[in-house]
């Protein structure tokens, strides 16, 4: 069972919030220290100006920890999945997450179906798997409905089931409707509550087990281990009142869920 962080489990640590924001590479390290077989380096743009020297350094290091590397980035773009791709082949990357839309860019179905085949012929020959995540910019059924008509295993869904609450597609629904065509899970707790005074509501992050996500339910539905499905810890931990109790907290969380993610998948 592959289980390990992303970095957006580093989020604020990472982040220029933070007096000393941590490398890439001491998030792999830190990875590897806290048992992850897998980190997913996701969202990280500073990545695409890393040159062969680096991608080769952050490739060999992982080796040596033992941890497997996965990479993540917005949008259907040709040229900026190509690119990923180039990175993913140096890494040694097999699982590519991706997104139907980055800031503008926001393809139809019909073209974000042509996109996508014809770009299936590079996935298959570098044996990369294509993970497009749930999310609410584009409705379960639009992204199933891209997914299915193209129907190869190259490409299927990095669910998250948490995003899609902001769309009003309730967890159990999203799982259901996604769960054979699932290639990587992005695991993330989360609480849907009234804002203070009771004007609107507020999502946001919380410790795995404290919150909504219907846990059991989705790995009973997808059953990540027996079909060798990578489960990565993400956070929605809001900014506390200083970078310090935001980053300890932060670490905390990330302690706790993966110790909760490895004791309730046995």
Known sequence: MATGLSTYAFFWRGSDRVAEPMSLEAMLEETATLGGDVFQICDYPAIEAFDAARLAQLRAQAERLGVTLELGTKGLGRDHLGRYLEIAERLGVSLLRSMVYAGDDRPTTEEATRRLEAMLPRLRDQGVTLALETYEQVSVDALMGVIERIDDPHIGVCLDPANCVAALESPESVIERTADRVVNLHIKDFHFTRAAGWVGFQLIGC??????????????????????????????????????????????????NLNFLRSHSA
Request: charged share 25%; net charge negative; glycine share 6%.
């Open 207 to 256: 410790p795995l087990g404290e919150g909504q996500l219907p846990f059991d339910a989705m790995m009973r539905r997808v059953d990540p281990a027996s079909r060798g499905i990578s489960q990565v810890i993400e956070h929605w931990l809001p900014w506390q009142s200083d970078a310090e109790t935001t980053c300890r907290l932060e670490s905390e969380w990330t302690r706790h």
